[in-house]
């Protein structure tokens, strides 16, 4: 009976069970015919489309590179305009004596510095001042010959404020492979018409070749630069041939007469590329930029994956007809095995008295019931989901999604959005640190419970839909969705009346409620997060309740009635430079006290904060420790961003800042200073005829000349100029006594020139050298008469 039974089931998937029939043709046309289609269609009709596509999309990944290779040299240009102009550059360095006015020559190299280092792109930095005694900062002092004055006065005389150049002189026939670096040229002052010098910006070669090989987002094929001469300042060429950018070079002149910027198909040796090509306007010029990519790295994956769909296709043709036969006779194998899962109280055997799919069915039911409860309990979670949407949705991390994706994932967690509009709300709490009262004065934890809590249920009595979000850092957000044509100002401020009342008796500290402008776009509510975050910073600096309605609230003028006490700011510096913690702190208090005014907003305060930290900072690396090391690799200028409190900001510049600087400054206090100042007192005597200087000396012994200077005077008594100066007299004075030396010799003799070494001598002494010689030697003859 068992066999009977197999056979029968057998007999049934054979080829005469007509569903048998079905499924095997059903399923020999789903194997192969829809692939072999498509392999087809692309490989006929579709390669072409695609590689225009993909030409379209290099095109377009060209010129977006190319403007950011614009911005990168427009910010060149801002920059050293910005310096130009900057009142160090005046036309007192003409009258300047280098040499004496040592301070001053070494502003000017550290000013150099700060601007090579202000963009990644630029080599080195020299200035050139055409006065009496021509020099050249490159970027230290130097005084030119003859032959580099010339080459440095015939750039003045170009008669252009800003231009793009070369160092050197370059021959027409070499413009293709230029060694030579790309250099910025300001004339200096930035606003005269007579020139007296000129700030120049060399350009890293390999960094700008680096930066416009990004035209072409493949390694191979070749990107350059055309001034408006049609010459080549800037090449990159991955090609083996050396003539490939001058053929190019031509063939792009061609169509740019045509058409100033586009794209079009270039040949050479037995390789088609893609050319794209484009201007650039510059300060004094307009660029020319090209772009080449060999077709083959654009278009061979497509080709090689439609070829692939073919060949697979075909292959799959032979296997389709014996997968088509074996799948048509196992098809109704899972249905099977699903029919005995599902009922487990009946035998497969029994089948034919039972519908199969009418035992699915019930079990279907009975899993929807089960998902239903599921469904259930998900809705108890429901405000966490719809808390997590928001915080995405304000912190911009949805931009990408459609109005109407937003639209519909917001309606699917329960908001109802037809015909309404959003206003957010900021809810900060102010002035935890001073607290001596409530026992959450350290645990801005529970701040933040009771901050939201509160929030959430008085926001019940006013709105019908409005979600808070906890920022736990003393701050909450609401969201407010209501009718359009529903006044709710009134309400709003209604709401934050009441709001500060309960929060000001349950924590006992000041609010400030910053209210935005409504929208009726989803994807405006990122938008008005951020303005009512930048809004706040616009309360009055003293300590009071305080509602700003950004619909309402106007900030002109707020800066304008600031005064920032610089005085105060030299005392503190003065303060710290002595170590005095104690007496820093009081002066930071005046400082801010001095800052604060009836109506001065917060927004004004921040950033005369942030100048103070930064010369204090300025100090720091005036004493050879660096601020990465001090502070730990903390990023001090963003946790001073977020200090809106008086009282926080003294302790955090006293306790963070200042205290770890004076410990690390009296621990370089030792006998090093000692050793490092009688090395230089040695050099001093052996090298005193020669151009010596504090900066000159302080790389002989390896340090910085702020740190020596403060040592010398430490350990000598006297700064380092008197002691150079009172050596150098004596040596003066022993050379007039003991020698027949003329005084040019003389003053070469001691390092001076000579007029100058008549000035420094009299200044000193009382009266000339020569004078002196003549006294001396009469006051020697005068002792030998009255001996006789």
């Not at 008295?353 to 429901?382: A, P």
């Not at 640190?433 to 009595?461: C, G, R, Y």
């Not at 710290?576 to 109506?599: A, D, H, V, Y």
Request: with cysteine.
């Amino acid at each position: 009976m068992i066999k009977n039974l197999k056979h029968s089931q057998r007999n049934k998937f054979g080829w005469k069970s007509q569903y048998f029939r079905k499924n095997f043709i059903l399923i020999l046309f789903i194997t192969f015919i829809p692939g072999l289609m498509i392999g087809l269609g692309i490989y006929w009709f579709g390669v072409n489309e695609v590689e225009d596509s993909l030409k379209e999309m290099h095109e377009n990944q060209i010129f977006e590179r190319a403007q950011n290779i614009g911005d990168q040299f427009d910010y060149l240009e801002k920059s050293l305009s910005h310096w130009a102009y900057d009142p160090r550059f005046n036309s007192s360095l003409l009258n300047l004596n280098y040499v004496v006015e040592f301070q001053e020559t070494r502003d000017i190299v550290q000013t150099l510095h700060v601007l090579q280092g202000s963009h990644p792109l630029i080599d080195h930095v020299e200035l050139f001042v055409d006065s009496a005694v021509p020099v050249l900062f490159s970027p230290h002092y130097n005084v030119l010959e003859a032959d580099e004055y010339e080459f440095y006065q015939s750039i003045l005389e170009q008669h252009k404020n800003m231009s793009w150049n070369r160092l050197y002189s370059i021959p027409e026939e070499s413009n293709i492979e230029d060694p030579q670096p790309l250099v910025l040229i300001h004339s200096i002052p930035g606003n005269s018409n007579a020139p007296f010098g000129s700030i120049i910006v060399t350009l890293d070669r390999q960094k700008v070749a680096d930066l416009i090989k990004t035209l072409t987002p493949y390694n191979e094929g070749a990107t350059f630069l055309l001034n408006d001469a049609d010459r080549v300042l800037v090449s990159e060429n991955s090609t083996e041939e050396a003539s490939f950018v001058s053929s190019l070079r031509d063939s792009v002149l061609e169509k740019a007469e045509l058409d100033q910027e586009g794209s079009f198909v270039f040949s050479d040796q037995d390789e088609t590329y893609s050319v794209s090509y484009g201007t650039m306007r510059r300060m004094d010029s307009e660029w020319t930029y090209v772009s080449a990519a060999p077709m083959s790295s654009i278009t061979s994956p497509i080709v090689i994956v439609s070829t692939m769909i073919i060949s697979v296709s075909l292959i799959g043709l032979l296997f389709a007809l014996i997968l088509s036969w074996v799948a048509s006779k196992t098809i109704y194998s899972p249905i099977a095995k699903l029919v005995k899962v599902l009922d487990k109280d009946s035998k497969w055997t029994d089948h034919n008295h039972k519908d199969e799919f009418k035992v699915i069915e019930n079990q279907f039911k009975e899993m929807s019931m089960e998902s239903q409860s599921l469904e259930n309990r998900l809705t108890t979670q429901l405000p966490q989901l719809k808390n997590s949407f928001l915080l995405q949705l304000i912190q911009g991390y949805l931009y990408h999604y459609k109005e109407e994706e937003l639209k519909e994932r917001m309606q699917n967690y329960g908001w109802e959005l037809d015909a309404h509009q959003f206003v957010v709300m900021d809810i900060q709490v102010l002035g935890l640190n001073e607290s001596k009262t409530t026992i959450m004065k350290q645990d801005e934890s529970l701040v933040a419970f009771a901050l939201t809590n509160i929030t959430e249920e008085v926001s019940l009595d006013y709105f019908e839909q409005c979600n808070v979000i906890n920022f736990y850092d003393l701050s909450a957000v609401l969201l407010i969705v209501y009718p359009i044509h529903s006044e709710v100002r009134k309400s709003l401020h209604e709401f934050s009346n009441q709001v500060m009342d309960v929060l000001n008796r349950v924590l006992k500290r000041q609010i400030t409620i910053t209210i935005s402008q409504p929208t009726e776009s989803i994807k405006r509510i990122p938008y008005l997060f951020e303005d009512v975050r930048k809004g706040k910073r616009y309360r009055n600096f003293e300590k009071e309740n305080q509602v700003i309605d950004l619909e309402t609230f106007e900030t002109a003028n707020d800066i304008s009635q600031l005064h920032y006490p610089f005085e105060i700011e030299k005392e503190i510096l003065q303060a710290i430079r002595m170590g005095q913690i104690n007496e820093s702190e009081q002066l930071i208090r005046e400082f801010i006290q001095e800052l604060k005014g009836k109506g001065v907003k917060e927004i004004n305060i921040q950033p005369c904060i942030t100048q103070l930290f930064g010369s204090v900072q300025h100090e720091i690396l005036h004493s050879s420790i660096h601020p990465y090391d001090l502070f730990q690799g903390k990023n001090m200028y963003e946790e001073i961003s977020h200090i809106g409190d008086p009282e926080q900001m003294i302790n955090w510049l006293t306790v963070e800042v200042i205290t770890p600087f004076v410990k690390a400054l009296e621990g370089k206090v030792n006998i090093e200073m000692k050793q490092l100042v009688e090395k230089v007192c040695t050099y001093i005597k052996e090298q005193y005829m020669e151009d010596i200087s504090l900066e000159s000396c302080a790389e002989e012994v390896h340090t910085n000349p702020y740190t020596l200077s403060k040592a010398f005077k430490k350990i000598m008594g006297v700064n380092f100029i008197d002691y150079v100066t009172k050596l150098r007299i004596e040596k003066a004075k022993e050379l007039l006594l003991n020698t027949n030396m003329k005084m040019n010799d003389i003053a070469e003799q001691v390092g001076y020139r000579h007029s100058y070494f008549n000035r420094i001598f009299k200044k000193h002494i009382g009266i000339p050298p020569s004078q002196y010689r003549k006294q001396r030697v009469n006051d020697s003859i005068q002792d030998g008469t009255e001996r006789k």
